[in-house]
């Protein structure tokens, strides 16, 4: 019986190596390309009149809350209004994230539908629109 090292290649073996480290080094340009992208990703997201303003840093964190000043009249529901802004905003946030994994990974997972389908149904509707479906 032969020993199986004595069946390879080095020339093979070495070609295999090169496209095992050109694969890795493409997938860490690819991660540092999404990373620097994700970095600058900052989501805004408006009420429907425009009046309050909600935007999100690069970790999906509340940076600002604008809200104008006719919207004070309205004290009773604005309390509701700035929570619905900050969900919109999340929203955005997670679907640009969503997009940004997909990208990174391709067509080995589908990050999109798991997401979607982990989300509470009357989420998926804004998770389906950010995606333009």
């Known amino acids: 019986m032969t020993d ?5 290649d080095p020339q093979e073996m070495l070609a295999r190596l090169e496209r095992m480290q050109a694969d890795a080094e493409a997938m860490l340009e690819k991660y540092n390309r999404l990373a ?3 970095g600058a990703a900052q989501i805004e997201a408006f ?4 009046r309050i303003r909600v935007k999100l840093d690069s970790d999906g964190k509340v940076a600002e809350i604008g ?8 004290r009773q529901t ?8 900050v969900e ?9 994230m969503t997009e940004m994994a997909q990208a ?7 990050v999109k539908r798991i997401v979607r389908d982990s989300l509470p149904e009357h989420m ?3 998770f389906d629109q950010g995606n333009g479906r």
């Open 4 to 8: 199986r090292n004595e069946r390879r």
């Open 36 to 38: 620097d992208e994700m």
């Open 47 to 50: 009420s429907e009149d425009g």
């Open 67 to 74: 809200i104008d000043e006719t919207a004070m009249r309205f």
């Open 78 to 85: 604005l309390g509701p209004m700035i929570m619905s802004v």
């Open 88 to 96: 919109e905003a999340k929203a955005a946030y997670g679907v640009k």
């Open 104 to 110: 990174f990974l391709g067509d080995q997972i589908d």
């Open 124 to 126: 998926r509707g804004r």
